[in-house]
């Protein structure tokens, strides 16, 4: 069974720009998670989806948004780009909502660059 | 606000021995501890987890032990091997369960 899925792999983008990154998680997860990870820190929680609804959010500008498709892929979406949005973002999905014992399995990510 | 603390930035141990990596945490409502091994250009692998109402879990190399009262955990790979050398991340999550909180990694070096 393939693993989480994320494309592209590396995007370059300018300030004030706008970028979409795509998800698709492991075969029967119906839960997808958006981390961020700037270089030299721990990733950090941008949104939780669950059957195709925001079931968490983390401390993020209203410039980052997300939605779940039916079939369970997932789309980051990023507004008028900051040199500190530059990072890693991480894709996870689980097989339910995420109760407790519950883990995540992640994608390799999508390195964004803003310059 | 950092609920999730890796005090220590990188270790480096020598092949054959143990490796001590060890996370702190402030929220007292996690009640679920993982830990996740990470390689350049990849993503976070899940290694070994814990639940609150055990100190202790096993797993081959990989032990967790946590510490409630301490809110403290450790983990203890032995023998280290040179495929160990990656960036470990403590991670925790509460009874809500809808998102881990990291810590900020420790980079482990295993000398052949």
């Known amino acids: 069974d393939a693993g989480v899925t994320q494309s592209p792999t590396h995007l370059i983008k300018t300030r004030g720009q706008q970028v979409t990154l795509r998800c698709s998680p492991i075969s029967g997860h119906k839960s997808v998670s958006w981390y961020q990870q700037v270089l030299g820190q721990g990733p950090q929680f941008i949104f939780q989806?669950?059957?195709?609804?925001?079931?968490g959010r983390g401390n993020f500008p209203d410039r980052f948004s997300a939605r779940q498709f039916p079939n369970y892929s997932s789309e980051l979406n990023v507004n008028a780009l900051l040199l500190g949005d530059s990072a890693l973002y991480l894709c996870?999905?689980?097989?339910?909502?995420?109760?407790?014992?519950?883990?995540?399995?992640f994608g390799s990510g999508t390195q964004l660059s803003v310059l | 606000d950092q609920q999730v603390k890796q005090n220590s930035p990188s270790l480096s141990v020598q092949e054959g021995r143990i490796s001590i990596l060890n996370c702190d945490y402030t929220n007292s409502m996690f009640d679920y501890f993982l830990w996740y091994k990470k390689y350049p250009a990849e993503g976070p692998t899940f290694l070994i987890s814990?639940?609150?109402?055990?100190d202790k879990n096993e797993d081959g190399r990989f032990t967790v032990f946590l510490n409630k009262s301490a809110k403290h955990l450790s983990l203890h790979i032995v023998p280290s091997q040179p495929g160990d050398s990656a960036v470990y991340f403590c991670?925790?999550?509460?009874?809500?369960?809808?998102?881990?909180?990291f810590g900020g990694g420790t980079r482990v070096l295993v000398k052949p």
């Open positions: 814990i639940s609150s109402i055990k």
């Open positions: 991670a925790a999550s509460d009874a809500a369960g809808n998102k881990l909180t």
């Open positions: 996870a999905s689980s097989r339910n909502r995420g109760s407790t014992n519950e883990k995540l399995f």
């Open positions: 989806y669950y059957e195709k609804e925001e079931r």
